[in-house]
């Protein structure tokens, strides 16, 4: 008995996964919901790395995802809350609107891509993590370095624009 | 029985629009940023499947990959940092009620 | 002497520009001083070149400058003296510088007194140049000159608004007749190759060019000379004239502007002479003109209205005389006629300043004895008017006459006498409202007084010519001095001008007598002895008579048929600019508001539509794309 079939049950599972936890994050009137099931498609997403043989980015996956930015998400949601109007409108006015543009969009590439790339399967190995650092840390160092920068200049960022105003320094701002 | 290529793309692309149509479909802001994140992750996964699959070495395709996380990091909490500081001016989350830029 | 004949516009052109320049400060009365000195220098020099061309310089051409040079066309600023342009100079200089002496009186209190003399001056310069031109173009100078000093003078008393409306109409009307004569001398070039005339006369004998183009020409020539001259259909804009002072009645209304006319048609002879029907016509309108005229004068009451009338129908007769192929008569005409008219408009003014403004006849009367130089002067000329012998008038409209009934006009000759009788009449009319009878508003006959002298001076100068020119010049008839002077320039071997007997002269000349006595005979009739009554005749031609004091209604008819459409084109023009055009531009800034307006509204301040905006780019590019893959779009 062989075990090919696993990989296609798989990725078939993953992507179901993937694909109801979007839906999901769209459609969902509760937001904590919505939060969580976006983790969960977060980590079915590492899933399908795994398959295709990408570990060590499937293990970033999960790292930066599902625990930082999940993380993020639901503080994001505990100090916000939303508004209820009565019309508890959870959609957009432009819904319909958008709607056709998207499935317009969407269909014909999801079509074209389907049908554009049949064929080859993902090689065995590779991708492993001493190649990816050495291309980092050589090759591509310059942009590595901007990356810091950048990572730097969200960190001030998020910190300047959640601060609270010193009372003092804007009173004298005012004077100014 | 391998999964072919053309599977790893629809996937992607079914995400990728669904988040789309999430980020113009939602009032609430955060919820928006969540989907944008779901974009993010579409893109990966085709990044990763085309790399694999074509790349003879495919560590450009994972750097690329490792860059994009970096980004989506930041961009979430810039983001969220805009929300709470919107949301402590006037105490709404709802997209369709910030319309000061009208005109 | 004919070499410094330019001096002659100099010396006016001078006086003009002293006057205008610093006439303002200088005080009053000297700017007439200087203009009339001026005016007096280029008499003097004029009888010089007269005398010297009498002594056999029968052509020169005085060239002052090249003026234009393009390509094939070239015209210079040349003078012609020969003996058509010496006896203009002669005419033209000594009766202004006669006007010029009577103005300094009669001008005197007017604040004005220096603006008048600046454009009088400019005048005569306009004047001379006209007469003293060598070509077409140089004329026409003269020509607009004139109007234009024509429109500033009528226009003198700018305070009222009739001298204004009057001025503009003479203008205008001057101007319509400008178009023909444009059209007249843009022909000539093309079909010449030069506004010379000596160039055109001598191409004319070369080549005959096509009777039609030649007809155009002289017609249009002729249109031009109507509208100076006041013929038919241009002649309204000179009884309006008279709103300007006498002086200037006198000068531009009767002896010089309006006679460039006869000259320009006379100079062009040998044009007229070859070109078909064209002689015709001038004579016809010149005929029609005359009785027209006279027609009007019979029952007008303004003293100058009346003698404006006289001056078109005289006019008439110079065309008369031109059309019958009689041009010596319609100079010589010209001469006597400048004598006489301005004296009658001289003398007028000398009644109206006596009066203190008054030109209604009919508050005037027996004023003989209280103005007795003017009232002699005033008979000499109504006599010379009326062709009495041996006064100067006779002579040369007798020839006129002779002249239509010897080349076999004999329906213009009939029309000739007829209006002969009714000028005698008007002019009885008009000397017997005036100086005869009692007087009837004896306020203004108890103010009445006498003009001082330097008025009455140049009428007793003018009264001397008028008396005796005719003989001087023109005796015995066709064989005199003006004939054997004349003729070899106006008359330009075409027509055959034969000599009529002695018979039939005579016959002629007593037949004009009759007609003159016929004429005065019934006046005296009327106004003397009240047979029949005036005022019974008036009542009794009731519709008849209307029609004449309102001048044949024809400003009437011209206002509803010509300034009628005029406005109406000009209110479409307006209705067409404010709407159409201004529309058009304020349609398009409506627009482009209404497109801003428009526009506007994409940016509606919701995020979510911005980013649907960037998917609906996205959904065009994927159309973009796919319509190129599919060759539809591009290659």
């Not at chain 2, 789309?20 to 609430?28: M, Q």
């Not at chain 2, 928006?32 to 499947?49: D, Q, S, T, Y």
């Amino acid at each position: 008995m062989t075990f090919d079939f696993i990989e296609p049950v798989v990725f078939a599972l993953l992507s179901i996964g993937v694909i109801a936890g979007g839906v999901a994050v769209v459609m969902l009137n509760r937001i904590t919901a919505a939060a969580l099931l976006m983790a969960f498609t977060f980590l079915c997403m590492a899933g399908m790395f795994v398959l295709l043989g990408a570990e060590t980015i499937a293990a970033f996956q999960v790292l930066i995802y599902v625990g930082a930015i999940t993380v993020l998400i639901l503080y994001g949601v505990m100090f916000t809350k939303f508004s209820d109007s009565p019309r508890a409108l959870f959609f957009q006015k432009q819904t319909p609107l958008a709607a056709i543009f998207v499935a317009a969009v969407a269909v014909p590439i999801v079509v074209v891509g389907t049908l554009s790339f049949t064929g080859a399967p993902p090689r065995a190995g590779g991708g492993d993590l001493p190649a990816l650092a050495t291309s980092v840390f050589t090759d591509f160092a310059f942009p590595f370095e901007i990356a810091s920068v950048l990572l730097l200049a969200a960190m001030v960022g998020a910190i300047v624009l959640t601060r609270r105003d010193d009372p003092d320094e804007a009173a004298m701002r005012r004077r100014r | 029985m391998t999964v072919p290529l053309g599977a790893y793309i629809a996937v992607s692309a079914v995400l990728f629009f669904t988040g789309c149509a999430g980020v113009l479909v939602r009032r609430n802001a955060v919820v928006i940023l969540m989907c944008v994140e779901l974009m993010l992750n579409a893109a990966n996964l085709a990044l990763v499947a085309f790399s694999r699959k074509y790349g003879s070495i495919d560590e450009r395709g994972s750097v690329f990959v490792v860059f994009v996380f970096v980004i989506a990091a930041a961009e979430v909490a810039v983001g969220l940092g805009i929300i709470l500081s919107a949301y402590r001016n006037r105490p709404v989350v709802d997209v369709d009620e910030i319309h000061q830029m009208k005109g | 002497m004919i070499s410094l004949v330019w001096l002659i516009p100099a010396f006016p052109l001078a006086a003009f520009l002293v006057n205008g320049l610093f006439g303002r400060r200088r005080l009053g009365h000297m700017t007439g001083l200087i203009a009339t000195g001026a005016v007096g220098v280029s008499a003097l020099l004029s009888i010089g070149v007269f005398l010297e061309v009498v002594g056999g310089k029968t052509q020169t051409v005085v060239s002052l400058y090249r003026w234009i040079a393009v390509g094939d066309f070239s015209v210079n600023v040349s003078a012609l003296i020969d003996p058509l342009s010496s006896v203009m100079l002669l005419v033209v200089t000594v009766v202004s510088f006669l006007i010029f002496v009577y103005s300094n009186g009669y001008m005197a209190h007017d604040a004005g007194f220096y603006r008048f003399f600046t454009w009088l001056s400019l005048f005569v310069f306009a004047m001379l140049i006209l007469v003293m031109a060598d070509n077409y173009l140089l004329m026409f100078v003269g020509w607009e000159g004139v109007g234009l000093c024509s429109y500033l003078l009528i226009g003198f008393w700018f305070e009222r608004p009739e001298p204004y409306y009057a001025a503009k109409k003479a203008f205008v009307m001057n101007r319509i007749g400008d178009w023909g004569y444009t059209i007249g001398i843009i022909t000539i070039f093309l079909v010449f190759g030069s506004m010379n005339f000596l160039d055109v006369f001598k191409r004319l004998e070369e080549s005959a060019p096509a009777q039609a183009t030649l007809t155009l020409i002289c017609i249009a020539l002729f249109f031009g000379a109507t509208g100076k001259s006041a013929q038919l259909p241009l002649y309204s804009w000179l009884p309006d004239a008279m709103e300007g002072p006498t002086p200037v009645s006198a000068l531009i209304h009767a002896a010089t502007m309006v006679t460039s006319g006869v000259y320009l048609v006379a100079r062009s002879m040998p044009l007229f002479e070859v070109a078909g029907p064209s002689l015709q016509v001038v004579g016809v309108v010149g005929a029609i003109t005359a009785i027209f005229a006279a027609t009007i004068a019979l029952v007008q009451f303004d003293i100058k209205r009346v003698m404006a009338y006289s001056t078109v129908s005289q006019l008439g007769y110079m065309f008369l005389a031109l059309g019958v192929g009689a041009p010596v008569a319609a100079i010589f005409h010209l001469a006597t006629h400048a004598f006489f008219k301005a004296l009658l408009f001289l003398g007028s003014g000398s009644v109206i300043h006596g009066l203190g403004g008054e030109q209604d006849m009919r508050k005037m009367g027996g004023l003989r004895r209280k103005m007795p130089v003017t009232f002699w002067t005033m008979l000499i000329a109504g006599g010379a008017l009326a062709a009495l012998p041996p006064l100067a008038g006779f002579w040369s409209k007798d020839e006129i006459l002779g002249a239509a009934f010897a080349n076999g006009h004999l329906v213009l000759y009939a029309v000739g006498i007829l209006t002969a009788v009714l000028t005698a009449f008007y002019v009885t009319r008009a000397l017997w409202m005036t100086f005869y009878g009692e007087p009837r508003d004896h306020h203004l006959y108890d103010h009445a007084h006498e003009s001082p002298r330097v008025m009455t001076l140049p009428l007793i100068a003018l009264a001397a010519g008028s008396a005796v020119l005719g003989i001087v010049i023109g005796f015995p008839p066709e064989q005199g001095f003006i004939h054997s002077f004349l003729a070899p320039v106006v008359e330009a071997g075409g027509v055959a001008e034969h000599v009529p007997e002695l018979a039939t002269i005579v016959a002629l000349a007593i037949v004009s007598i009759l007609a003159g006595v016929i004429g005065i005979a019934v006046g005296f009739s009327m106004y003397v002895r009240h047979r029949p009554d005036p005022a019974a005749l008036t009542r009794a031609t009731g519709p008849v008579y209307r029609i004449l004091v309102n001048k044949y209604y024809v400003d009437e008819l011209y206002d509803h048929r010509f300034v009628e459409a005029a406005r109406a084109v000009a209110g479409a023009s307006w209705a067409f600019d404010i709407h159409i055009i201004d529309g058009l531009a304020n349609r398009l800034g409506w627009a482009l508001a209404m497109g801003g307006q428009g526009l506007r509204r994409v940016q509606t301040g919701i995020v979510g539509n911005y980013a649907l905006t960037i998917v609906a780019g996205l959904l065009l590019m994927l159309v973009a794309y796919g319509g190129y893959a599919a060759g539809i779009l591009g290659r």
